[in-house]
Structure formats: C-alpha cells, structure tokens
C-alpha cells in the first residue's frame, strides 16, 4: 500500500517562509505528476502547484512568485518552498501524486494527510 507522508507544516510570522517535504511509502512506480492542494477553514480545497515528471510546473495565480514546487533526487518525493507568507496562505496542506500526467480536476490517486501551515500577522 502507498502512503504521502508530508513533514514541514508550522507557525510562522507574515513574510516568513516554510519548506514542506512529500515522500512516498510503499511499492509504486515513479509518479507521473505530484503536488500541493491546501484547504483553509470553512473553504473547499484548493490547487496550489504541481509539477510533472519532465520538470514542467503549474502554480495557482495566488503563489505565483512565492512558492516554488520541485522534485527530490529519491523517488517519488516533492517539495515546496514557500516565501514571503501571508495569513491568507493559512491552510492544511495536502501532497498529492499520480502515475497519470496532469490528473482532471484534481483527481488524483493518491493523498497525504496533510499539514498545518499557520502564517500569523
């Protein structure tokens, strides 16, 4: 069975930054896309970034120029690198993965429990 284990969440002041770690357990083939969603209370879950195995990445408007999503030299690991945080970036954030490129509508395989980033003003 494979398993998203995310590690990095925190509290951090306004303008901070943060660098969460995705890696997977388990046998499975090298991930054709992974990445981030977050969810803030009381909103829906929300696409932050996602890179795929060529390298390419995909960032929501909101991170653009903040946050950078890359692929660790192990398998099947992704970071993200966030700077200059505001509270608005307050969330639970998920790492996700699929051996699919470019899952619809963020249908992907396969989800980490998730983080708690807190940015405080």
């Known amino acids: 069975q494979v398993h998203l284990v995310e590690s990095g969440g925190g509290l951090v002041q306004a303008g901070g930054s943060l660098r969460l770690s995705c890696a997977a357990s388990?046998?499975?083939?090298?991930?054709?896309?992974m990445g981030w969603y977050r969810q803030a209370p009381g909103k829906q879950r929300e696409f932050v970034a996602s890179i795929i195995s060529g390298g390419s990445t995909k960032y929501a408007d909101s991170v653009k120029g903040r946050f950078t999503i890359s692929r660790g030299n192990a398998k099947n690991t992704v970071y993200l690198q966030m700077n200059s945080l505001k509270p608005e970036d307050t969330a639970v954030y998920y790492c996700?993965?699929?051996?699919?490129?470019?899952?619809?509508?963020?249908?992907?395989?396969?989800w980490g429990q998730g983080t708690q980033v807190t940015v405080s003003s």
């Open positions: 996700c993965a699929d051996l699919r490129l470019y899952p619809r509508l963020g249908a992907y395989d396969y």
């Open positions: 388990g046998t499975v083939s090298s991930f054709a896309t």
